[in-house]
């Protein structure tokens, strides 16, 4: 389990909770939607704050408790905001095989930023994540979109260095 | 159910060769991989450059671009086919795609020196289905992968797709298709092997006024992509597939339950739903015959568990995805406790070739009581990875050296770990074993999914077996004991051997451990995580004990039993090794020796990731 530490300075800037509004009514009446409605909300938001939680939770006459066992099951919920590149390491086998590891702790080294967490300016969040499908051009890091394949440990800083360059433009 | 019928899809032709055309034979094509590794490394704009060189040369009438599936050798991407012959160009980049362009235009004689050769001096491969990767593949589910343009419909019609579902809906009753798949001898491809008849006739018993039948799309096991390569490549084989199995056993919903880290898989499934609905394929009355079924998608929320289908179930009713005990099974009591039945995207992409071409064609497949084909996943340091469909019954050695080459380093093939996580470590002694549900099973390996991970001797076969149990370990739902405490206790023991404390007993421990957790746990999750474990130490039980008793890796890939070291040959003293250690752990000076001291070193491995001439190695 994610440990969730507290965020209330995080959060202090209020939550519109009015952009909920078509995500909730386009799943109104279909009972088993609390799912979509979460990756909605998530698309929405960039992650799902506790006032979004609750607010699910009232208008879909669900108990807050089950609300939240879901966002905190699935691994693609975030209860706590993103950055706004997020670097993704496979660690799928052909990976892993291939020099994952060192390919992340090239990364996290040159980054500052450790996996599974966001840097303090939002700029990144550094994720390990199971198999990417990519195997084939296996080591692979994945940021936004853009898939980086046969990655090496040089190749992992100089993509990481070029990430904070445009971070910082 | 049998009715007039719109002449909506063109008569079967033979299932096609990758090097067949799609569309009409006036047409020339040039077909470019839009898969994901491909597109990942710059497909598209390759087709992109295609589709103008052709327009500019005003030949659009008699050529054409197709961004198909995945064709398999996604290690040689971008992979570029063309024509009739299927001329196979890999590794295509924007000069080489300019120089293809050109012969097509001005005679279509292959550029030579841009062809498929096996090694650099070999002689050229010119035609994809002679390149040694492809010489033994049977291509039945991957039939249209790399061929056709998975976003047209058209292109799927024209290759036969729902010839099988029209020759299903008016010319078969239910019994006669289950019948048709009971005596094919399809096993279920998702891991378990279950008779893909049987399920189906069990759903068909069921008693229910509603039924589902779904599609478990929820690929986890790292290693492994095929369904993925299937949903982007040919989504229209597993829509068939679902309506005829909806069909057979009385369904009129379903859900394809799809992995959201595939997100180019859902958008052509989406796109293929619709179109396929436009088309009164899928939906209410189906060409006109009165049966009825309509398929939604749900995009899962990253769980491996969901690929159990009772923590499926659990994931689309909207709750934690967490398993239940069975019985009841879900074809008695499913998704919203209607009978469901749930079968694999592999499996379903078999069906219509099977109602296409009978029982005895796909038995006649395949060896023992595996019967037909399985794609495989092959992966990790082999020369040829990618997807690979053949017979069941090929030995390890052949998918290894014949279909991918052998090693890809200079180290010599150590094992493969088949199946993924759930799955089991064979070392290079067991390579004649056949690939077979049976046969694995009684080396301790299991067919799985088709993962195929190659490794070679820098594979520490302990730390291996550690990625699968922190794998699993992670993802188990925590819901029962066994999988629960178990493996975090196997997890605990085999990181302490890894970290040069392991403990006399240690390997008796894990053993004990690990057969309780794969017989006390609710789900397939627990009951097969301590595989991977169980077979490394019933084939390289002295890697253990070395680990244990000389606190040595011979792999050097245990960082806490390896030091680094400086080739005083490669150092060019420039000093940045020792700028970057975080520990000042590197002595030396400009234009003199570097010495790394291993009592004060983390083996952190920055020094030798910054080091500029590989000066510095794992010893």
């Keep these: ?169 | 159910m049998t009715g007039p019928t719109p002449a909506t899809p063109a008569p079967a032709p033979a299932t096609p060769t990758v090097g067949a055309p799609a569309a009409s034979a006036a047409t020339y094509e040039v077909r470019v991989c839009a898969g994901s590794g491909c597109v990942a490394n710059g497909s598209l704009a390759i087709a992109e450059r295609f589709e103008t060189a052709i327009a500019e040369a005003d030949a659009g009438e008699s050529m054409r671009v197709v961004k198909t599936g995945c064709h398999g050798l996604c290690a040689q991407g971008p992979v570029v086919v063309v024509g009739e012959d299927g001329i196979f160009y890999p590794a295509v980049d924007l000069d080489s795609a300019d120089r293809i362009i050109d012969s097509v235009l001005d005679g279509r004689k292959p550029v030579e020196e841009l062809l498929f050769r096996e090694s650099p001096d070999g002689p050229p491969i010119a035609r994809y289905d002679d390149v040694p990767f492809n010489a033994r593949q049977q291509r039945i589910v991957l039939r249209n992968c790399g061929v056709i343009d998975p976003e047209s419909l058209d292109d799927a019609l024209a290759c036969g797709d729902y010839v099988a579902l029209r020759t299903a809906l008016t010319t078969q009753t239910p019994e006669q298709i289950i019948e048709t798949v009971r005596a094919s001898g399809l096993r279920g491809r998702g891991g378990a092997g279950f008779s893909t008849g049987l399920k189906w006739q069990l759903a068909r018993d069921a008693v229910g006024d509603l039924k589902y039948m779904c599609c478990n799309a929820d690929e986890g096991d790292p290693g492994a992509f095929m369904d993925r390569a299937v949903l982007e490549g040919d989504p229209h084989a597993v829509l068939e597939g679902m309506a005829i199995a909806a069909y057979a056993i009385g369904a009129s919903a379903g859900y394809v339950y799809v992995r959201a880290e595939y997100p180019l898989a859902v958008r052509r499934l989406r796109k293929a739903i619709a179109d396929a609905e436009a088309a009164n394929l899928l939906g209410d009355d189906i060409m006109g015959t009165g049966f009825s079924y309509h398929v939604s998608i749900r995009e899962g929320a990253g769980a491996f568990v969901c690929g159990e289908e009772t923590a499926l179930i659990a994931s689309v009713e909207g709750h934690r995805g967490m398993p239940r005990p069975r019985p009841p099974f879900p074809t008695t009591s499913g998704l919203w406790n209607r009978p469901t039945c749930i079968n694999n995207v592999e499996t379903l992409a078999n069906i219509a070739w099977i109602v296409n071409h009978g029982a005895e064609a796909y038995s006649s497949i395949g060896s023992g009581t595996s019967k037909g084909t399985k794609v495989f996943a092959l992966t990790g340091r082999i020369r040829h990875s990618g997807l690979v469909e053949v017979p069941m019954g090929l030995t390890v050695a052949e998918m290894v050296d014949d279909i991918g080459g052998g090693s890809s380093t200079t180290l010599p093939t150590k094992a493969v770990q088949i199946g993924g996580p759930s799955g089991g470590c064979l070392p290079a002694s067991h390579f004649d074993t056949p690939i077979e549900y049976d046969a694995l099973a009684a080396v301790g390996a299991v067919v799985g999914s088709g993962g195929l991970v190659v490794v070679d001797e820098s594979t520490c076969m302990v730390a291996f077996a550690r990625y699968f149990l922190a794998f699993t370990q992670d993802e188990s739902c925590g819901k029962c004991v066994p999988c629960r405490i178990g493996t975090k206790r196997m997890l605990e023991i085999v990181t302490r051997i890894t970290e040069g404390t392991g403990k006399p007993g240690d390997i008796e421990e894990l053993e004990r451990l690990g057969n309780a957790v794969r017989s006390a746990s609710l789900c397939a999750l627990g009951g097969t995580a301590p595989n991977p474990v169980l077979t490394t130490i019933r084939y390289f039980r002295e890697e253990y004990e070395e680990h244990i008793r000389d606190k040595k890796c011979r792999a050097h890939a245990c960082a806490a039993l390896s030091n680094y070291l400086v080739v005083d040959e490669k150092c060019k003293s420039c000093g940045i090794c020792k700028k970057n250690c975080p520990v000042s752990a590197i002595s030396g000076e400009p234009k003199q020796r570097y010495l790394i001291d291993s009592d004060v070193c983390i083996k952190c491995g920055i020094c030798e990731s910054k080091c500029p001439f590989d000066a510095i190695i794992k010893v």
């Design chain 1, 1 to 169: 389990m994610t440990e969730h530490t507290c965020s209330c300075a995080k959060e202090a800037e209020a939550v519109d909770l009015t952009l909920l509004g078509p995500v909730l009514a386009a799943h109104a009446h279909d009972q088993g939607a609390l799912i979509p409605v979460l990756q909605q909300a998530q698309e929405v938001y960039g992650y799902l704050p506790r006032e979004v939680l609750r607010e699910v939770a009232e208008q879909r006459e669900t108990p807050f408790s089950e609300v939240y066992g879901v966002a905190t099951f699935y691994s693609q919920f975030y209860l706590e905001p993103r950055g706004r590149t997020i670097v993704r390491i496979c660690h799928g086998t052909a990976c892993h095989v291939a020099g994952a590891p060192e390919v992340t702790s090239a990364i996290v080294d040159e980054l500052g930023v450790r996996v599974g967490e966001t840097a303090d300016d939002l700029s990144f969040t550094v994720e390990a994540v199971a198999c990417v499908g990519c195997c084939g051009l296996a080591p692979v890091v994945v940021t936004g979109e853009q898939v980086h394949g046969q990655m090496t440990p040089l190749a992992a800083r100089k993509l990481a260095k070029q990430l904070r360059r445009e971070a910082t433009q």
